[in-house]
């Protein structure tokens, strides 16, 4: 028995070495990452009784994925099985003015083709607080859409805290469709998470005065994008994650959490990043974790901003840190002296 459930997929990464392009050479190392196992294994990280919920085929490729996450001590009785593949995403690191670049071959993975009938939500919720999932998830198909909202419906209907990713994927769907079906699923939704595009790119709610490609990023401006999300949707909190991109190497990351009376920043980190994929759900499970435990809204935006400047300096999507490490930056570590 869990006390938080996120919700999607999880897909296999092939990724060449760092400073290379894809298939320059034969070489592709393999991981497994997806917005809401990333979400599951920090929170596993940081001591929370956390399960993960997807669908994943019954062969060794889906049981390799199984134990990626297991590994961590995140629960896995939920997850269903079948269909014919997992997904797949080939993904390209970027370099000085060079941009990363994701190719994904998702189409009818197990999780796209999932159905009502491989989740008992009375059963997965049954003594748990919290459910998380993200746009990605309803963005995959009809019936994973339905399936978000059949199960916002039920954490809603047992008391649940639910938060959301928006997690705008242009490749994914257009819009317009996300719009529709993002609006709809909004109305349950407790706690809600976006970056400086997401709110632009689904709702069409821009900060004034920013240019998120010059890297200007307007703190006011973004205190009325966080206003309007909460007006609009009823949100009890609003988080949004503000990257300052000068290179694919070298960005600014902060964020704004905003509770319906205070606007909080965090502080601005500097970052070289190493890999920069799950940064934002890193940002993600560390804001449910200080949530959880109670923390004010100035401390729990700390604590999550901390977390995700830690994530972009390890490769792969899942952010292996502890609490003590990330508390750690938060109160005024980061020299990245050697710690004996």
């Given amino acids: 028995m869990a006390n ?11 990724s060449p070495d760092s400073g290379t392009r ?20 920090s929170l596993a990280n940081f001591g929370e009784s956390v399960a993960f919920v997807t669908k994943l085929p019954e062969n060794p490729v889906g049981n390799a994925a199984l134990s990626a996450v297991r590994a961590f001590g995140v629960d896995t009785s939920y997850i269903a099985r079948g269909g014919e593949r997992l997904g797949i995403y080939f993904m390209e690191k970027g370099a000085s003015k060079r941009s990363s670049v994701c190719v994904y071959d998702r ?18 919720f049954d003594g748990a607080s919290w459910f998380h999932f993200t746009g990605i998830t309803a963005a995959l ?13 039920a954490a809603k209907e047992k008391g649940l805290t639910v938060s ?12 317009e469709k996300a719009q529709a079906v993002m609006t709809e699923l909004c109305k349950f939704v407790d ?14 709610i821009e900060a004034p005065e920013s240019d998120i490609e010059g890297g200007k990023l307007s703190k006011d401006g973004y205190c009325a994008v966080a206003k309007e999300l909460r007006d609009r949707f009823g949100f009890d909190k609003v988080a949004i994650t503000l990257r300052s ?4 190497d070298d960005n600014d990351w902060a964020a704004l959490l905003y509770d319906g009376n205070d606007f909080c920043f965090s502080k601005t980190y500097h970052l070289h990043i190493v890999d920069r994929v799950g940064g934002g759900d890193s940002f993600g499970a560390g804001l449910i974790y200080a949530l959880r435990r109670g923390d004010s809204t100035q401390n729990a ?9 830690l994530k972009h300096s390890i490769k792969g999507d899942f952010n292996r840190v502890s609490v003590a490490e990330v508390e750690a930056l938060q109160n005024g570590g980061g020299s990245g002296r050697v710690q004996r």
């Fill in 4 to 14: 938080v459930i996120t919700f999607g997929e999880i897909m296999l990464r092939l």
């Fill in 22 to 41: 894809l298939f320059q050479n034969d070489r592709l190392t393999a991981t497994f990452g997806g917005a809401e196992a990333n979400v599951a294994v």
């Fill in 107 to 124: 189409a009818e993975s197990a999780m796209a083709n999932a159905t009502a009938a491989d989740f008992d939500w009375d059963t997965i």
């Fill in 141 to 153: 198909s009809d019936e994973c859409a339905a399936l978000c909202k059949a199960a916002c419906k």
């Fill in 164 to 175: 959301c990713d928006l997690n705008y994927r242009k490749k994914l769907w257009l819009r």
């Fill in 191 to 204: 706690v809600c998470i976006a970056n400086e595009e997401d709110a632009k790119d689904v709702f069409g």
């Fill in 245 to 248: 991109s000068f290179s694919a």
């Fill in 301 to 309: 935006v700390e604590f999550a901003v901390a977390a995700s400047a």
